[in-house]
T-cell receptor, first 115, second 114 residues
Framework: GAVVSQHPSWVICKSGTSVKIECRSL??????MFWYRQFPKQSLMLMAT?????????EQGVEKDKFLINHASLTLSTLTVTSAHPEDSSFYIC???????????FGNGTRLTVT | AQSVSQHNHHVILSEAASLELGCNYS??????LFWYVQYPGQHLQLLLK??????LVKGIKGFEAEFIKSKFSFNLRKPSVQWSDTAEYFC????????????FGTGTLLAVQP
């Protein structure tokens, strides 16, 4: 079945540094991928929609200059948290599907801790 | 704006008890509805989905959900829970016109006591 791979699964970084998270669709092409963030004891919140070959669409309240999204190929989207701060510590999850009305497949998530 | 509400944030049941988790959404048009489950330490998995047709949807592991359009609801049910059902359950909706933009509820943490 379709698999979405996310890397790294866990990262610790110092405040002020940048962290890149990769999301790959392993056996299908995904023109659209989605990035979510989950704070402890809260629901998943959609951050942005990543579109292959074009700019990402960000949800209200998400800083596009802080959370850089690049979808350079049909199987890879990256999320870069720039100048990370402790409040950016969270669980970031990506998802993708084959097309409209197909189930979303989720990556295993990336636990980001900013010290 | 579309929204999804889950009424129960934390549910504790004994094994063999019946389960019903509430989910209501706010969108007047055509919707696609989902229930996802996240077991401890694992990633999200799809339990079941509704796109059209029979409003009573059967999913994996004995779960089912009923789409009641008049009530804007999509409650999740299971007649007899097991300890292994301990997990967090998320209801989600895609409203018409928003391509694959999945909106999640806040989740319900289910703890099943053996």
């Amino acid at each position: 079945g379709a698999v979405v791979s996310q890397h790294p699964s866990w990262v610790i970084c110092k405040s002020g540094t940048s962290v890149k998270i990769e999301c790959r669709s392993l056996d299908f092409q995904a023109t659209t991928m989605f990035w979510y963030r989950q704070f402890p004891k809260q629901s998943l919140m959609l951050m942005a929609t990543s579109n292959e070959g074009s700019k990402a669409t960000y949800e209200q309240g998400v800083e596009k200059d802080k959370f850089l999204i690049n979808h350079a190929s049909l199987t890879l989207s990256t999320l870069t948290v720039t100048s990370a701060h402790p409040e950016d510590s969270s669980f970031y999850i990506c998802s993708a599907n084959r097309g409209t009305n197909s189930p979303l497949h989720f990556g295993n998530g990336t636990r980001l801790t900013v010290t | 704006a579309q929204s999804v509400s889950q009424h129960n944030h934390h549910v504790i049941l004994s094994e063999a008890a019946s389960l019903e988790l509430g989910c209501n959404y706010s969108y007047g048009g055509t919707v696609n509805l989902f229930w996802y489950v996240q077991y401890p330490g694992q990633h999200l998995q799809l339990l079941l989905k509704y796109f059209s047709g029979d409003p009573l949807v059967k999913g994996i592991k004995g779960f089912e959900a009923e789409f009641i359009k008049s009530k804007f609801s999509f409650n999740l049910r299971k007649p007899s829970v097991q300890w292994s059902d301990t997990a967090e359950y998320f209801c989600a909706v895609i409203g018409g016109g928003a391509t694959n933009k999945l909106i999640f509820g806040t989740g319900t943490l289910l703890a099943v006591q053996p």
